[in-house]
């Protein structure tokens, strides 16, 4: 049996759509759920007057439909409506309501609407055995980026960190004056300070315009720990932007819209560049490449200038010939060559003209002579 063939996509459809984060399971029991909780009431259910979806309903049918995603993106979910209609036991009709549902609350988009084949892709598709008649839907299943702040808040970990559940002891405990507290005497120990180095290329690296949008997460001081040493090295952020870029082509791996530990992504892909290497920087190549391109187009230009002036001081010397002794000698020459050749052509002119007339008058004195003898 031939499988059915399928209609490809490239990169271009997919273009400014995210990917999910955690794969399947987060997307199907977080992401769904609470996207379903905070916005059906104000986002899809004035859209979908008469058409409401169950909470129950929208999640097996977000199930059923995410196993036909691609592991990894969320992407490339092409499951026909029959299809989840028969995984799920609801009716085509819910399944549809679903999809809707899922479009509004802005955790799946629709990246190619199904339709039916033309009559060339219906031949085609016959001769491999393929007896379809339409395309399905392209589907890619993503978060929503507005609650994504909303996913750190709603965590089902313990809490943790400066704000906790305080809890009322049954008696004031007080202490008395101690003496100074230090690493030696059990106390707080001090917070290293800041380092300047890494402060300043993490302050420029969040102002780039090609920066992360996850590195506004942390603070420049936040950073500064984790970029001493690339800045110690002249790093700059484009070297920053490139080995993220580098680590994630050569690994395969795909960063997330918004990673779980921003700080810890970059220190991974700090230790694969390697911390012996941070003298190699990931953009001086690229760097050296642009400068040789600037320096020949400067090159061209320079060249181009110096041809256009070396034209400009020739015109200028033909300008300024125009008027000296050799150019009026040869003009005055040129004249006088001009008159006598027109005196020469009066005279034949003349000489021609009397010999004309000499014939005239030969002819008439001939036919007059013989008039006179008779």
Same mark, same amino acid.
């Given at each position: ?60 049918? #977000? ?181 993220? #870029? ?78 000296? #002794?050799?150019?009026?000698? #040869? ?44």
């Amino acid at each position: 049996m031939v499988a059915a063939i399928v209609l490809e996509l490239d990169a271009a459809p997919y273009a400014g759509v995210p990917c999910w984060t955690g794969r399947l399971e987060r997307w199907t029991r977080w992401t769904v759920p609470v996207a379903y909780d905070c916005r059906y009431d104000s986002h899809v259910r004035p859209v979908m007057p008469g058409n409401p979806i169950s909470r129950r309903a929208l999640l097996a049918i #977000a199930e059923a439909r995410a196993r036909y995603a691609d592991h990894s993106t969320g992407r490339n979910c092409r499951p026909t409506n029959e299809r989840l209609a028969a995984d799920t036991g609801y009716s085509v009709r819910t399944v549809q309501r679903a999809d809707t549902a899922l479009r509004l609350l802005g955790v799946a988009t629709e990246v190619l609407r199904g339709r039916q084949r033309t009559r060339a892709e219906r031949m085609a598709s016959w001769r491999v055995n393929d007896r379809g008649r339409g395309w399905a839907s392209v589907w890619s299943l993503h978060d929503n980026p507005q609650l994504n702040r909303y996913l750190s808040s709603l965590s089902p970990h313990l809490r943790s960190g400066p704000v906790r559940d305080n809890t009322h002891l049954p008696k004031v405990v007080t202490t008395g004056t101690g003496g100074p507290a230090g690493p030696r005497q059990s106390g707080a120990k001090r917070h290293r300070a800041r380092d300047g180095w890494g402060a300043d290329l993490a302050r420029r690296w969040r102002s780039d315009p090609r920066c992360p949008p996850w590195a506004q997460r942390h603070s420049a001081n936040a950073w500064a720990a984790l970029l001493a040493a690339p800045a110690r090295h002249g790093w700059t952020p484009r070297d920053l932007n490139t080995v993220i #870029a580098d680590w994630a082509g050569v690994t395969g791996r795909r960063i997330p819209d918004s990673p779980h530990k921003p700080i810890g992504l970059l220190g991974a892909v700090l230790a694969w560049h390697g911390r012996d290497n941070l003298a190699q920087r990931p953009a001086a190549l690229e760097e050296a490449r642009e400068a040789a391109e600037a320096a020949a187009h400067r090159a061209r230009l320079a060249a181009a200038r110096t041809a256009h002036t070396e034209h400009l001081r020739a015109r200028e010397a033909g300008r300024r010939a125009v008027g000296g #002794a050799g150019h009026t000698a #040869a003009r005055e020459a040129a004249a006088a060559a001009a008159q006598r050749s027109a005196a020469k052509r009066a005279i034949a002119a003349a000489a021609e003209d009397a010999a004309r007339q000499a014939a005239v008058h030969a002819a008439r004195a001939g036919r007059l002579i013989p008039e006179a003898t008779m």
